[in-house]
């Protein structure tokens, strides 16, 4: 299924029924959630005003899973989410999001080929960059926020920022790894 090429078409009837259109026959959510697993992106559409639907359809698949006790979203992840909403950080974090996800996809696939190797203490490739990313990344969010501790903006004659300030967004990166480590496991 993963080896078909462009997304699979799924066309929403206004009965709301979904329907697949390469196999010409109407799929469940659970369906869909079964095809993404398989590695294939789907994109799904109102059949009659053609708007993508696709996002509304995969915060709904998480959300069934997230009700049935399948957590994989801690309630802090949750609510740093809907904080994102409401404060500057909203453009930092799709960004980021995406980013950690494809160094979490890239750190799985190594950490697969290190076991097939026999070699299971190899560790996860490409910590120190995620380390790295993370920390730029916070720097940038807290930089010029009111009430941050983060540096902020680079603006000649601005103070350096102080051993404090260093060692809040050392904190803050531990805790965000920490988080990132357990939506791993």
């Given at each position: 299924?993963?080896d078909?090429?462009?997304?699979l078409?799924?066309?929403?009837?206004?009965?709301?029924?979904?329907?697949?259109?390469?196999?010409?026959?109407?799929?469940?959510?659970?369906?869909?959630?079964?095809?993404?697993?398989?590695?294939?992106?789907?994109?799904i559409?109102?059949?009659?005003?053609?708007?993508?639907?696709?996002?509304?359809?995969?915060?709904?698949?998480?959300?069934?899973?997230?009700?049935?006790?399948?957590?994989?979203?801690?309630?802090?992840?949750?609510?740093?989410?809907?904080?994102?909403?409401?404060?500057?950080?909203?453009?930092?974090?799709?960004?980021?999001?995406?980013?950690?996800?494809?160094?979490?996809?890239?750190?799985?696939?190594k950490?697969?080929?290190?076991?097939?190797?026999?070699?299971?203490?190899?560790?996860?490739?490409?910590?120190?960059?995620?380390?790295?990313?993370?920390?730029?990344?916070?720097?940038?969010?807290?930089?010029?926020?009111?009430?941050?501790?983060?540096?902020?903006?680079?603006?000649?004659?601005?103070?350096?920022?102080?051993?404090?300030?260093?060692?809040?967004?050392?904190?803050?990166?531990?805790?965000?790894?920490?988080?990132?480590?357990?939506?791993?496991?």
């Open positions: 299924m993963a078909k090429t462009g997304p078409l799924i066309k929403r009837y206004a009965s709301r029924r979904l329907y697949n259109t390469e196999t010409s026959d109407y799929v469940t959510l659970e369906d869909i959630a079964a095809f993404i697993r398989a590695g294939r992106e789907v994109q559409v109102d059949l009659k005003t053609g708007d993508d639907l696709t996002r509304q359809y995969l915060l709904q698949i998480i959300a069934e899973h997230e009700s049935r006790g399948e957590n994989v979203l801690p309630v802090n992840v949750l609510n740093d989410l809907v904080r994102t909403y409401t404060t500057q950080a909203q453009s930092f974090v799709p960004q980021f999001l995406a980013s950690s996800f494809e160094m979490l996809r890239e750190g799985q696939e950490m697969i080929e290190n076991l097939g190797a026999m070699n299971p203490m190899a560790g996860v490739p490409g910590f120190e960059a995620m380390r790295k990313q993370q920390e730029a990344f916070l720097k940038q969010m807290m930089s010029g926020w009111k009430g941050s501790s983060g540096p902020a903006p680079d603006h000649e004659g601005d103070e350096a920022p102080t051993s404090d300030d260093l060692a809040e967004i050392r904190k803050q990166l531990a805790d965000l790894q920490s988080k990132l480590s357990k939506l791993a496991k």
